[in-house]
């Protein structure tokens, strides 16, 4: 039989051993608790990751689509550069110094330099005489030469002057030339002093009678 004071000490020991076991009980509960309660946060991480790779993912498709596009998009073609063709610059046909006249003469330069004057007329400038061989091929007689015109390089038109060539030149210069036959004649022309020495002989009445004709150089 026990004592009083035996059973007071297996009573302690079994209240402890209950403390005890409540205890890892709580702490169990507790653990657990705190386990539970963390699963969502862990869980939250998986997702935060998947959004990262989706995004990623995108982004790669997004690029793909692009580069596709491009490869797929025909690059513009320049307009091709027009070729600048040169202008044609204008030549005057080539002068002669001999030339049919209205299909009946032909007039050839044979001399052109300039002639000082003995007494009156006086020149207002200076005398240019000029010498051709006229070839009548058709019916009229009387030679075009009052028609022809000196004209400078300045474009100034001189005319004959008839009182020069008849004083110097002699008034025979005027008379007609047989058909078929071929005549020297001389003509005098006053030109101003700076005139040059290239002239046209031109004609009034036919504008496509044009011969050059430069002052010949005295030795």
Same mark, same amino acid.
């Given at each position: 039989m026990q004592t009083d004071g035996q059973g007071g000490l297996a009573r302690k020991r079994t209240g402890s051993m209950l403390a005890a076991t409540f205890a890892l009980l709580l702490v169990g509960v507790l653990l657990g608790r705190s386990i539970s309660g963390g699963g969502p946060a862990n869980a939250a991480e998986p997702d935060v990751d998947a959004t990262a790779? #989706?995004?990623? /993912?995108? #982004? /790669?498709?997004?690029?793909? *689509?692009?580069? =596709?596009?491009? *490869?797929? +998009?025909? /690059?513009? %073609?320049?307009? @091709?550069?027009?070729? =600048? /063709? @040169? %202008?044609?610059?204008? +030549? @005057?046909?080539?002068?002669? +110094?001999?030339?049919a006249y209205d299909d009946q003469w032909v007039i050839v330069v044979t001399s052109f330099s300039p002639v000082l004057p003995s007494g009156d007329p006086k020149p207002a400038g200076q005398f240019l005489k000029l010498t051709l061989t006229l070839t009548n091929n058709g019916d009229t007689a009387l030679p075009p030469l009052t028609d022809l015109r000196l004209v400078d390089a300045s474009g100034t038109s001189n005319t004959v002057d008839i009182k020069a060539t008849n004083a110097l030149v002699g008034e025979n210069w005027m008379t007609p030339v047989k058909g078929g036959q071929s005549e020297d004649r001389a003509m005098i022309f006053d030109v101003p002093l700076d005139a040059g020495t290239s002239f046209t002989l031109v004609s009034k009445s036919h504008p496509e009678f044009r011969v050059a004709v430069a002052i010949e150089a005295r030795g």
């Open positions: 790779t #989706r995004t990623a /993912e995108l #982004r /790669e498709i997004s690029a793909l *689509k692009t580069a =596709v596009a491009q *490869k797929c +998009t025909p /690059e513009a %073609t320049p307009s @091709p550069t027009p070729t =600048v /063709e @040169p %202008t044609a610059t204008a +030549t @005057p046909a080539a002068m002669r +110094t001999d030339l």
